[in-house]
């Protein structure tokens, strides 16, 4: 806890990144609708005019996703290298004799091992839950606002 609320600012915005993410990624749904709709008009003009629209928003999409990728890689890093100099400093405050009866390899092993498992099972997880969050929450909006459209469509003829 207390590595996240020292890293709070590049927190908050790999929080935010991931909400963009999620809401870029409810969008694609979105755009293949349009597609498949201006597709099925036989419209071409509507259909070159959706595929540029298109085109622009999977360029953003990329960008942001890249963009979402680097700052969740930074926080992780940052609570990770403030993980493991709390580590050796606890460590060189050991005992010097409690030190100097394992072999240096071996705490520097641990230590290494520990602190993976700790990045990969409860950091990168944190951010994981966070996107599936994100998307089923922005998704079952999505599917609620397309069905109150279909259901508004439905009720005009």
């Known amino acids: 806890k207390k590595y996240f609320v020292f890293n709070k600012g590049i927190f908050i915005i790999s929080i935010l990144a991931t909400f963009i993410s999620s809401c870029l990624d409810v969008g694609v749904a979105f755009v293949l609708q349009f597609i498949i709709n201006a597709s099925t008009t036989g419209d071409i003009n509507n259909l070159l005019s959706i595929g540029l629209r298109c085109l622009i928003f999977m ?7 890249c ?27 050991n005992n010097t004799r409690k030190f100097r009866s394992k072999n240096v390899a071996e705490y520097i092993s641990n230590i ?26 922005l998704d079952v909006l999505a599917v609620s606002y397309t069905h109150l459209r279909a259901h508004e469509t439905a009720a005009n003829l």
Request: proline share 0%.
């Open 67 to 93: 963009f979402n990728t680097v700052i969740v890689r930074k926080c992780i890093r940052n609570i990770m290298v403030q993980l493991k100099r709390d580590l050796f400093i606890g460590l060189i405050s």
């Open 59 to 65: 360029m953003v999409y990329a960008v942001a996703k």
């Open 112 to 137: 290494t091992n520990d602190s993976n498992i700790i990045e990969r099972e409860y950091l990168e997880s944190i951010f994981s839950l966070l996107t599936i969050i994100f998307n089923f929450v």
